[in-house]
């Protein structure tokens, strides 16, 4: 069932996230409540990265570890304690049979087998961003898991494919800190009030513009994309676009999904596949997106159609107003 905005089911700006999730779960008689409590830790974990990502600078939780991540990236403190902060919600919680980091090469298992979800996450995207105080953000996704419940959780739970994801959203830290995500149906987001510990309903069943003006990528790149984004992007500069580019995937999505934009991250010279990775940033990112009435597409397919084959896979992404999309694509055929 779906409650929009204008259902009469609908719950009014300013009620709290555990009373919105409650509220949707008495709409699905079958819902058993575990889906919600996942929620509710992930949303916790998001109220401790929030209090560690704005005491940051005070206790010197920026700057390297030294060390690089399964990415071959430099690793940043708060990557790691986002990391720990999360698997420790999530394991804590009890719903989550295991997890998928950016940070982690491998499954973690909880060790909740009975749990029946399992939980894909980039815990602090933007690494760049991180010792300079500017916007970062948390991606989550959510699947039910195929393995029986009861066994030790594999693979195949996380490669079911974009379409499968049962929940999924992030959280931007950012003048303010929001959470945004969708079960399937609406998408709304929910802002932090720190005061009150508590995300609050704020945007409520969001509709992202068709069309939009604004574009966001990395313009040192783009000698090395191909020919038809060049030619996308001068399209762009001809038509006075607004060029937004912060270099955090979930603040410049955010403000793209609100405002009208198109997000891109293509193959470039080096990299064929882009730089972000499907399972915790293009796939959920993806579902909200389609969600709120966006597109996403690696230039070939739509995003959610790809077929994953593992936990780090990376893929090009171009996701935002359907009608800035849909022209992208146009010249890249
Ligand atoms: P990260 O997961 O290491 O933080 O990398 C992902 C980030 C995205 O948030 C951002 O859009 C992109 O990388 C920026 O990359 P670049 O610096 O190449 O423009
Ligand atoms: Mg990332």
């Known amino acids: 069932m779906e409650i929009t905005a204008s259902h009469p089911l609908a719950l009014p700006v300013g009620v709290t996230l555990d009373r919105y999730i409650m509220h949707r779960q008495t709409a699905f008689p079958y819902a058993t409540g575990e889906l919600s409590q996942l929620l509710r830790d992930i949303a916790l974990a998001g ?14 939780l920026t700057g390297g570890m030294g060390i690089q991540n399964v990415q071959g990236e430099s690793q940043q403190k708060l990557d790691m304690i986002a990391n720990i902060r999360f698997c420790r919600a999530l394991k804590n919680g009890g719903e989550a049979c295991a997890i998928i980091s950016e940070e982690d090469e491998d499954i973690i298992f909880t060790g909740n087998n009975n749990g029946k979800y399992v939980v894909a996450i980039d815990p602090l995207d933007g690494s760049s961003n991180i010792d300079v105080n500017v916007s970062i953000g948390t991606i989550f996704s959510i699947y039910r898991r195929v393995t029986p419940i009861g066994s030790q959780p594999a693979l195949s739970d996380f490669l079911q494919g974009g379409r499968q994801q049962v929940a999924a959203g992030y959280i931007l830290y950012g003048s303010s800190t929001i959470l945004v995500y969708t079960t399937g149906h609406s998408a709304n987001g929910f802002t932090y009030d720190a005061s009150l510990g508590e995300f609050i309903l704020s945007h409520p069943d969001i509709h992202s513009p068709v069309d939009g003006q604004i574009y966001s990528c990395n313009d040192g790149n783009i000698n090395s994309y191909d020919q038809g984004v060049q030619d996308y992007l001068t399209s762009c500069r001809k038509k ?93 055929q």
């Open 47 to 60: 109220k401790i990265i929030h209090r560690e990502v704005n005491r940051a600078g005070l206790i010197d």
């Open 240 to 332: 006075q676009y607004t060029a937004r580019y912060i270099g955090s995937l979930v603040g410049d999505f955010h403000r793209n999904l609100l405002k009208g934009g198109i997000y891109l991250y293509p193959p470039t010279k080096k990299n064929r596949d882009g730089k972000l990775r499907l399972l915790y940033e293009a796939f959920p990112l993806a579902f909200l997106a389609e969600k709120a009435g966006c597109l996403a597409s690696d230039g070939q397919q739509s995003i959610l159609d790809i077929v994953p084959t593992s936990l780090h896979q990376r893929t090009p992404l171009y996701i935002g107003s359907p009608i800035m999309v849909n022209e992208l694509l146009s010249h890249l």
